[in-house]
Structures are given as structure tokens and as C-alpha cells.
Nanobody, 127 residues
């Protein structure tokens, strides 16, 4: 069973950058498609980005396109979320999620598709 731990928590000014990491324990992380989600107080958990097993397909919510980049290192069992040009509305707890799949190219935006979740890491962007 893979376990996920996020890191990269930080407080930055608007326009700044942060890089979140999701470290996966276990030897079969390459069997999982991965997503990043975020949740602000009083709001539902929102999908942010997704990547397939082979790191060939990625997708982003419109509000972060051109600013965020998801990537993965299967050998190192890690997924990253590079966040540039941060805005105050990006403030949230960010969660890494993983879903086992046979497909090398499948990605998903749906919360309920993901089997494993990390505990989250706080990102705060000041104006």
C-alpha cells in the first residue's frame, strides 16, 4: 500500500512561487495516477491538477493554467506541484491523491476516483 506525505508548506507574497512535493512510500508508485487538490475554509475540496502514470498527460483547472506545473518522478516515488505567480485566492490546504490504474495515460479530476490521500500542506498567499 502506498502512503502519501505532502511537504512545501509556506507563506508567500502574491506573485511568488512555491513547490509542493508529495512523497510516496512503497515500491509501486508508478502504478498510480496522481492528482493535487486544495481546500479553503468553508469551501469544497477542489481539483487542481492531475498527471498520468507515465507523466505524458497532465491537466489543470482553468484558474491555475499557465501558472502551475505538475510533474512526477516514478523512480523517486514523488510528485511535484510547481506554483508560480501565486495569488491570494490560491490560499488553501493542498492535498496529494493517488489512484491505482492499469492505464498509463488516464487522468481524472474526480475526488471520488482517488483511493489514497495525504494529510495536506498549507499554502498561504498574502496580498
Amino acid at each position: 500500500q502506498v502512503q502519501l506525505v505532502e511537504s512545501g508548506e509556506g507563506l508567500v507574497q502574491a506573485g511568488g512561487s512555491l513547490r509542493l512535493s508529495c512523497a510516496a512510500s512503497g515500491r509501486t508508485f508508478s502504478n498510480y495516477r496522481v492528482g493535487w487538490f486544495r481546500q479553503s475554509p468553508g469551501k469544497e475540496r477542489e481539483w487542481v491538477a492531475a498527471i498520468d502514470r507515465g507523466a505524458r498527460n497532465t491537466d489543470y483547472v482553468d484558474s491555475v493554467k499557465g501558472r502551475f506545473t505538475i510533474s512526477r518522478d516514478n523512480a523517486g516515488s514523488a510528485v511535484y506541484l510547481q506554483m508560480n505567480s501565486l495569488k491570494p485566492e490560491d490560499t488553501a490546504v493542498y492535498y496529494c491523491a493517488a489512484d491505482p490504474t492499469w492505464s498509463w495515460t488516464s487522468i481524472t479530476r474526480r475526488v471520488n476516483d482517488y483511493e489514497l490521500w495525504g494529510r495536506g500542506t498549507q499554502v498561504t498567499v498574502s496580498s
